[in-house]
C-alpha cells in the first residue's frame, strides 16, 4: 500500500485504466464510498488472465477474484466490503499472487471462478510483496462502481501528518499550510 498509485481527482471514480508486463502487478489507492454497491471488474476491459484483489487501509486482505464467469478476467462485488473508507485495489495476472512477511499467500489458489475472503495460510495479516511470475503483458481496465477518488492518506484524520503523536503543533501547522494552499 505505501507503493500504490494514487491517481489524483475527485468525486466518483468508474475505471482504472494501465498496463501489465511480465512479472509485474498494479495497487491503487481507492476511496470506497458506497460499499453496498462496489464492484471491481476487469470483464470486456482485457485479454489477459487477470486476478483482482482487495486490501484495507491497514494492508489486510479483504476480497480476491480470478476467474470470473465466464472467461479468465476478474470480478470483485461488495460481498465481503465491511464499510465505505480507503481501500487497495491489486490487479495481476494469473499466478502473480500477494504475500505476507513470511511469504505466505492470503488466497488459496483454488477454487477458482469464486469471489472469496481469505482462506489461505496468511489471512489476517497484512500485505508485504508478491510471488510468482507470468510472461505476457498487456493493456488492462478495471470498471469500478460504489467508488471514489482518493485523497490523500489521513487527510481526514487528526494525526494530519500521520507519525501516530497528537495533538501536536506540526499536524495544526500541516493542516493550515495545506488550507492555506
Avoid: H
Avoid at 500504490?4 to 502487478?25: F, H, K, Q, V
Avoid at 476511496?31 to 464492484?39: A, L, R, V
Avoid at 460504489?146 to 493542516?175: K, R
Amino acid at each position: 500500500p505505501n507503493t500504490a498509485i494514487t491517481p489524483g481527482g475527485t468525486g466518483t471514480r468508474e475505471a482504472i485504466a494501465g498496463n501489465i508486463s511480465a512479472g509485474d502487478r498494479d495497487m491503487y489507492a481507492i476511496e470506497i464510498c458506497d460499499s453496498s454497491q462496489f464492484s471491481a471488474s476487469t470483464q470486456g476491459g482485457t485479454t489477459l488472465d487477470t486476478q483482482l484483489f482487495l486490501f484495507n487501509e491497514q494492508g489486510l486482505p479483504v476480497a480476491f477474484s480470478d476467474d470470473a464467469a465466464p472467461g479468465t478476467q476478474s470480478r470483485i462485488t461488495s460481498s465481503f466490503i465491511p464499510g465505505n473508507g480507503r481501500y487497495y485495489l491489486a490487479v495481476s495476472q494469473y499466478d502473480r499472487d500477494p504475500v505476507n512477511a513470511s511469504g505466505q499467500e492470503f488466497w488459496l489458489d483454488t477454487p477458482f471462478g469464486t469471489e472469496r475472503a481469505p482462506d489461505g495460510p496468511g489471512a489476517g495479516t497484512a500485505i508485504a510483496g508478491w510471488n510468482g511470475t507470468q510472461t505476457g503483458s498487456g493493456a488492462y481496465r478495471i470498471t469500478l462502481t460504489g467508488a471514489c477518488f482518493a485523497g490523500p492518506a489521513g487527510c481526514d484524520d487528526i494525526d494530519f501528518n500521520n507519525n501516530d503523536v497528537l495533538p501536536e503543533d506540526q499536524d495544526v501547522i500541516g493542516f493550515f499550510k495545506v488550507l492555506a494552499g
